[in-house]
């Protein structure tokens, strides 16, 4: 398992193939990545906080789960903080599994538990001000499925 | 003890940690000593609903005990991805 907060930005692609790389006797790998959107056209950053020393516990505790429910042979959970300005990335995750079903599953799963159980919170700035976002009931719903 | 703030409780509350010396029995108990303070708290946790806790860097309850802790967090429902 390798999970990383950091603030500096992060490279995708050689993040994907060094986890590919790394795997072996592993059919699948499952990467996904978020990023920062402009819904409204004024956003000028998103600003992301955490709670240092519980956010690397709760993404630790959420990647050993997934590895009990699902035959995943590792996983990847990379999240920023700080600063973030529109089209950056945010965070990704990935998984390998022997097929393919595990590796999206796993990975649908770190996504959900992530977005409620882990200590992050967004702010968005823009011309008009700065707010909060708020959690939506809908990410709290996806965890039911699981 | 240390108490500690994220997002917008901390802006309400206007600094990030205090520190309890003697904390009382539960997270509510505490929740109610910090209303007491000063009006930034009473509005900071008004409705604790709007709220989720961590003992010791884990996800509690409010009803959860204190003794033998070392960290209590107050911060808005989490909003990562």
Redo the contacts between chains.
């Keep these: 398992m390798d999970i990383r907060v950091q603030t500096a930005p992060f490279d995708l692609g050689a993040e994907a193939n060094a986890f590919a790389a790394r795997q072996s006797g592993m059919g699948a790998v499952v990467t996904f990545s978020?990023i920062v959107r402009d819904l409204g056209g004024d956003l000028q950053a998103m600003e992301?906080?955490?709670?240092p020393?519980?956010t690397e516990?709760a993404l630790s505790g959420i990647a050993e789960q997934a590895a009990t429910r699902w035959q995943i042979g590792d996983a990847l959970i990379l999240?920023r903080h700080g600063r973030l300005t529109p089209d950056e990335m945010?965070?990704m995750v990935a998984t390998s599994a022997r097929h393919r079903q595990d590796a999206f599953q796993a990975a649908e799963f770190l996504?959900d538990y992530?977005?409620?159980?882990?200590?992050?919170?967004?702010?968005e700035v823009t011309v008009a001000g700065a707010a909060?976002?708020?959690?939506r009931d809908a990410d709290?719903d996806a965890l039911s499925r699981w | 003890m240390d108490v500690l703030y994220f997002a917008w409780v901390r802006e309400r509350i206007g600094h990030p940690k205090d520190r309890i010396d003697t904390p009382p029995a539960t997270v509510m108990d505490l929740v109610n000593d910090l209303r007491a303070r000063e009006d930034r708290y009473a509005a900071a946790f008004a409705d604790i609903s709007a709220l989720r806790v961590a003992v010791d860097q884990e996800l509690a309850d409010f009803d959860a005990p204190l003794s033998g802790v070392r960290e209590v967090a107050f911060f808005p429902p989490m909003t990562g991805g």
Excluded at chain 1, 48 to 51: S, T
């Design positions: 978020g992301i906080e955490h709670y020393g519980m516990a999240h945010i965070m996504m992530l977005k409620s159980r882990a200590p992050f919170w967004k702010k909060w976002v708020a959690a709290e």
